[in-house]
T-cell receptor
């Protein structure tokens, strides 16, 4: 089992460009969670998705950010018209259907730098 | 203070010594998890303690949980230089029928173990 795979590991974008971050969950996991970590901060929840369904997007900025988890393929976190403040590490975690008291498995993260 | 706040912010010890980190939180939880993050890397899950547990061990790690005080501690015994990392606690508020994985992380404790 390869674990949660995120790519790219590092991404540099100019202000105004689009950033696409990919997350392939662990085999057998149908639930994906995205978190953002700003410099010197802890991780902050962004969105929780099941395949073809957004369960909880309460942590997502209202504009420019979107996420999807299609029936086939990885989950995508999309940031349109990036700004300097979007520079952060974005982590994805996955799990099987949620049951009580199981750990979340995190990927290595994508470090986005907006120049 | 925020949910899942670690204390101290930074800790520097000598190899072989024990390191103790604390975490306080505000709302009720289903479980509390500790993670390690090496500089610029992903998160590694260390240990999960359920709300009905008071203490848990894993190798050189010992975690305690006091739900009445809404606090947890992580003890690393016989520390090694390789333990140098940031340590985060994350609380899972859970919900009836399953965890919602809306983990709330603190800012972390930066542990430096000097050889």
């Amino acid at each position: 089992n390869a674990g949660v795979m995120q790519n790219p590991r590092h991404l540099v974008r100019r202000r105004g460009q689009e950033a696409r971050l990919r997350c392939s969950p662990m085999k057998g996991h149908s639930h994906v969670y995205w978190y953002r970590q700003l410099p010197e901060e802890g991780l902050k929840f962004m969105v929780y998705l099941q395949k073809e369904n957004i369960i909880d997007e309460s942590g997502m900025p209202k504009e420019r950010f979107s996420a999807e988890f299609p029936k086939e393929g990885p989950s995508i976190l999309r940031i349109q018209q990036v700004v300097r403040g979007d520079s952060a590490a974005y982590f994805c975690a996955s799990s099987p259907p949620p049951i009580m008291n199981t750990e979340a498995f995190f990927g290595q993260g994508t470090r986005l730098t907006v120049v | 203070s925020q949910q899942g706040e670690e204390d101290p912010q930074a800790l520097s010890i000598q190899e072989g010594e024990n390191a103790t980190m604390n975490c306080s939180y505000k709302t009720s939880i289903n479980n509390l998890q500790w993670y390690r993050q090496n500089s610029g890397r992903g998160l590694v899950h260390l240990i999960l303690i359920r709300s009905n547990e008071r203490e848990k061990h894993s190798g050189r790690l010992r975690v305690t949980l006091d739900t009445s005080k809404k606090s947890s501690s992580l003890l690393i015994t016989a520390s090694r230089a390789a333990d140098t990392a940031s340590y985060f606690c994350a609380t899972d508020p859970g919900r009836s029928g399953g965890s919602n994985y809306k983990l709330t992380f603190g800012k972390g404790t930066l542990l430096t173990v000097n050889p």
